[in-house]
């Protein structure tokens, strides 16, 4: 079993749509939990990222985390063509450079 | 604006060959990453470099070795190169800290196809 499981999709939307994005993952040690953003031929980005449980919001973005499910989420709302991408969780121990990537999303938002 | 250049986005090589993926930062970041990205598999850590000479493995460091002589620049060298290799290769690089949130950027990756 992957330490942290994302559904590959992919997942395709019409324009305005709210996108769900989520990952789980085994490890309970995991304190901190990203959301990066990766556009097709180039490398991932930092989108959001949380510590520990709870949400954040960012624009159009908000991210949840439940460490009691091992459950992330990440949910784009008002989703636009320029959303199209392939979206990877990632999640660290707090004292460790080492990050377990999920497999990513990828997703396409028709206009 | 950070920046982090790997040398090839595009490289084709035969079985057997020894090939060099370059990545250059311009960040003055002390730690320096290669991972290689699969469909499905997501990313996977190949090596990682603390420190200009210092290196760790990863998770999947058979039939890889990396090589760091200037604080910059980290290599990636196939010793001989197999199909089972070809991939897309990214490297990151990131600040020194104590915190697991640092930020690693990443370079626009190398798509190698071992033939």
């Known amino acids: 079993q992957k330490e942290v499981e994302q559904d590959p999709g992919p997942l395709s939307v019409p324009e305005g749509a709210i996108v769900s994005l989520n990952c789980t993952y085994s490890?309970?040690?995991?304190?901190?939990f990203m959301w990066y953003r990766q556009y097709s031929r180039k490398g991932p980005e930092l989108l959001m990222y949380?510590?520990?449980?709870g949400n954040k919001e960012d624009g159009r973005f908000t991210a949840q985390v439940d460490k009691s499910s091992k459950y992330i989420s990440l949910f784009i709302r008002d989703s636009q063509p320029s959303d199209s991408a392939t979206y990877l969780c990632a999640m660290s121990n707090y004292n460790d450079y080492k990050l377990s990537f999920g497999a990513g999303t990828t997703v396409t938002v028709r206009a | 604006d950070v920046k982090v250049t790997q040398s090839s986005r595009y490289l084709v090589k035969r079985t057997g060959e020894k090939v060099f993926l370059e990545c250059v930062q311009d960040m003055d970041h002390e730690n320096m990453f290669w991972y290689r990205q699969d469909p499905g598999l997501g990313l996977r850590l190949i090596y990682f470099?603390?420190?200009?000479?210092?290196?760790e493995k990863g998770d999947i460091p058979e039939g890889y070795s990396v090589s760091r002589e200037k604080k910059e620049r980290f290599s990636l060298i196939l010793e001989s190169a197999s199909t089972n290799q070809t991939s897309m290769y990214l490297c990151?690089?990131?600040?020194?800290?104590?915190?697991?949130?640092?930020?690693?950027?990443f370079g626009p990756g190398t798509r190698l196809t071992v033939l």
């Open positions: 470099s603390y420190d200009v000479k210092m290196k």
């Open positions: 990151a690089s990131r600040p020194t800290g104590t915190s697991g949130l640092d930020e690693q950027f």
């Open positions: 949380t510590y520990s449980s």
């Open positions: 490890n309970s040690a995991f304190q901190y």
